[in-house]
């Protein structure tokens, strides 16, 4: 395993794969690394000849200062458990003034309003920030295939639109959601989480499942209402929103059409720590 802090380090490496004709593929994440991680990972490698997993912790998606002191670093462990998976990964962990030559600041996107709902809502620049940030480790490492989990959808449909915008010529791939036993996302984020909240955290899946359940024979609005009641009777968890969406606009849904795929988008609060999940429903 090879660990780059230099962009021009990888550059010079990656150049050197391409004359070999290997393909390259990428894992952006921000450390903590979890299962989750791994098995999209492992769903690289098995797509391409060496993989690049980016650690970096962007400064520029967090809108509140608090959050981004407490996000989990553990890169020491991190390269660990990458070890243990394959010797064809190479790490790329840039500081900040590096990723982002001495101008820590976002770009502004027109994302066709699919950062306007749910998670534009409520973290104000957040996907400026995440915008920002893939569209420089795209362009530096400039893989065949870069790979994100589908936890974050709207973030994964944002930015295809980014990719599709700026018209980059890299491949886009959603990975299915991996769970905990009970559930519960998996996220760096419960690492953060009481015993006791992380096991009953698999209400926000069941929760979810139930909505799915009723999807079809009961309306939008009817759900909705229902999801919030649920919530309000569970002394753990404080729901800030939960909404029904067109998968593709993220247009929430008033009235369920026949020919559109929909998806159940949700955020939760519990022991202070923000939570999000997301379920197709048909």
Known sequence: MKIFDLKKQLNNFTAKQRKEDHTIGLVPTMGALHTGHISLVKKALLENDLVVVSIFVNPTQFDKKDDLEKYPRTFEKDIELLKQVSDNIVVFAPTVDEIY????????????????????????????????????????VAPDKAYFGEKDFQQLQIIRKMAEIKNLPYEIIGCPIEREPHGLAMSSRNERLSKETREEAGFIHTTLQA????????????????VKSEFEQHPLFDLEYFEIADENTLTPALKIQNNQKYRAFIAVYADGVRLIDNLRLN
């Open 211 to 226: 909505a799915k359940a009723e999807f079809g024979t009961k309306s939008a609005t009817y759900i909705k209402d229902w």
């Open 101 to 140: 030559d001495g101008n820590v600041t976002s770009e502004s996107y027109e994302f066709d309003g699919l950062d306007k709902v749910m998670e534009g809502e409520f973290r104000t620049g957040h996907f400026d920030g995440v915008g920002t940030i893939v569209e420089l480790l795209l362009r530096t």
